[in-house]
């Protein structure tokens, strides 16, 4: 029995807004679009993880506790990429980083997001070098993470720890220590799947037993199955597929 990551799903305001905004910053393309739901995906298969953008009523209040860092080829990439971004309608925005070689944005509905500068490990993830997940004990998140992702931790100590997908290429999955606590109901969250030969039911009872639990997030009567994580991370377990 296994699941694994699918999605990174965002709540938006203006939903054509923010999904073109991501489409172009990527150069991913919209592969779905309704009124309630936009998903942009990668090029290929071998990048797997999909970006989905919901309709929310309630505006953003807090700084996100999952966001995306973006990837950069060589100094002057980085420089490309933060000028190209800026004519996108991002905003550079300081969230307490210091002196760092990567820059911090703001997307135009307030979503924090970095552009990284030229990182070996980056060479192999696409545009989108990682999701990172702040957290108050990175360890312990991975632990469970590793078995909702069905990724492998790469690499783990006390402040941060790193998992990957089995292929080796799209971006990693990074789990940050921060002191601040976890206020409101993410507006950045992760979507997770079983294989078409698991159970859904089974798999969320699984997860259970690694320390979920069941949460509300008023989503009614739905097909998937709203879950949060060791620190109260909301996450979806969706239907059982390919």
Excluded at 3 to 29: C, P, Q, Y
Excluded at 111 to 129: Q, Y
Excluded at 191 to 210: G, H, S
Aim: aromatic content about 8%; hydrophobic content about 45%; overall charge negative.
């Amino acid at each position: 029995m296994s699941t694994r990551l699918t999605n990174v799903v965002m709540d938006a305001s203006d939903l054509t807004t923010i999904a073109r905004f991501w489409k172009a910053a990527l150069d991913w393309e919209i592969t779905y679009e309704a009124p309630d739901e936009v998903v942009v995906s990668p090029p290929g298969d071998d990048y797997g993880v999909d970006l989905i953008f919901v309709p929310v009523p309630e505006p953003k209040t807090v700084k996100n506790r999952i966001h995306l860092d973006l990837a950069s080829r060589s100094s002057n990439d980085q420089q490309a990429t933060v000028e190209r971004l800026t004519s996108l309608g991002a905003t550079p925005i300081d969230i307490g980083q210091g002196v760092v070689p990567w820059a911090v944005f703001a997307d135009p509905e307030g979503n924090e997001f970095s552009v990284l500068e030229p990182r070996g490990e980056s060479a192999d993830t696409g545009a989108l070098a990682a999701i990172v997940v702040d957290a108050a004990n990175p360890p312990l998140l991975a632990a469970f993470w590793t078995e909702a992702a069905g990724w492998p931790i790469v690499r783990s100590n006390a402040r941060m720890a790193d998992l990957r997908a089995p292929s080796g290429r799209g971006p990693w999955l990074e789990f940050v220590q921060v002191s601040e606590p976890k206020q409101v109901k993410n507006r950045v969250h992760l979507d997770v799947a079983p294989w078409a030969a698991d159970d859904q039911a089974a798999e969320v009872a699984r997860l259970e037993e690694l320390g979920a639990k069941h949460t509300d997030v008023g989503q009614r009567d739905v097909i998937w199955v709203v879950l949060a994580d060791p620190e109260d991370n909301e996450f979806c377990v969706l239907s059982s597929r390919d």
